[in-house]
């Protein structure tokens, strides 16, 4: 069985441009949730989406979008973009909703986005 | 608010030795906990979980971590260091936010070497 996918695996952009990433979970698996993480540091969390609905969202600025399609894939979009937001972009999928004690999230390899 | 904080953010032990990644954490309520590892250009996998049972958790590839609640503490053990556990170790706990959906938070972590 495939894991979870992003695409793409490496990103350059400069700034101010918009990005798109996008990710494919397990089969059969309804939430999908997006964390950043920067170099050095842990992941950050950004969006939780299940059953094609935002249900949490981390502090992040509106430039942070996302959406969570019917076949349960998802996009996370990033406007304007500027250095800082250069990062390791991870997604996670599980049945349910994510994150629980008894909800086992799998994980992608992520998107490495850099911004120059 | 929940939080936790990965004492080292290196380790360097031998292989065959033992090893002590260090976790404390702070919480207002019992806490569910758990250690991920990040191999380079792989996904997050989880390694162990607590969720108020055992106090000694067992976990994946020999690891295995202990909840102190009177230290606020997690730690992450195993008795010998085999060369594929070099990688990232993060502590993290479950933050829940409003509706009743949870997110993962992270700690900075800590970076293993093993050494022949």
């Known amino acids: 069985d495939a894991g979870v996918t992003q695409s793409p695996t490496h990103l350059i952009k400069t700034r101010g441009q918009h990005v798109t990433l996008r990710c494919s979970p397990i089969?059969?698996?309804?939430?999908v949730s997006w964390y950043q993480q920067v170099l050095g540091q842990g992941p950050q969390f950004i969006f939780q989406y299940y059953e094609k609905e935002e249900r949490g969202r981390g502090n992040f600025p509106d430039r942070f979008s996302a959406r969570q399609f019917p076949n349960y894939s998802s996009e996370l979009n990033v406007n304007a973009l500027l250095l800082g937001d250069s990062a390791l972009y991870l997604c996670?999928?599980?049945?349910?909703?994510?994150?629980?004690?008894?909800?086992?999230?799998?994980f992608g390899s992520g998107t490495q986005l850099s911004v120059l | 608010a929940q939080s936790v904080t990965q004492l080292d953010s290196h380790v360097s032990v031998s292989e065959g030795t033992p090893v002590l990644l260090r976790c404390n954490y702070s919480?207002?309520?019992?806490?569910?906990l758990f250690w991920y590892v990040q191999h380079p250009n792989k996904g997050l996998q989880l390694l162990l979980k607590?969720?108020?049972?055992?106090?000694l958790v067992k976990g994946i590839n020999g690891f295995e971590a202990e909840f102190k609640k009177s230290e606020t503490s997690f730690h992450l053990t195993k008795p010998s260091a085999h060369m594929s556990d070099a990688a990232e170790y993060f502590c993290?706990?479950?933050?829940?936010?409003?509706?009743?959906?949870?997110?993962?938070?992270f700690g900075a972590g800590t970076r293993l070497a093993v050494h022949p």
């Open positions: 089969s059969g698996h309804k939430s």
């Open positions: 919480s207002s309520y019992s806490p569910s």
């Open positions: 996670a999928s599980s049945l349910r909703w994510g994150g629980t004690a008894n909800e086992k999230l799998f």
């Open positions: 993290v706990v479950i933050s829940t936010f409003s509706g009743g959906y949870n997110k993962l938070i």
């Open positions: 607590y969720t108020s049972a055992a106090t």
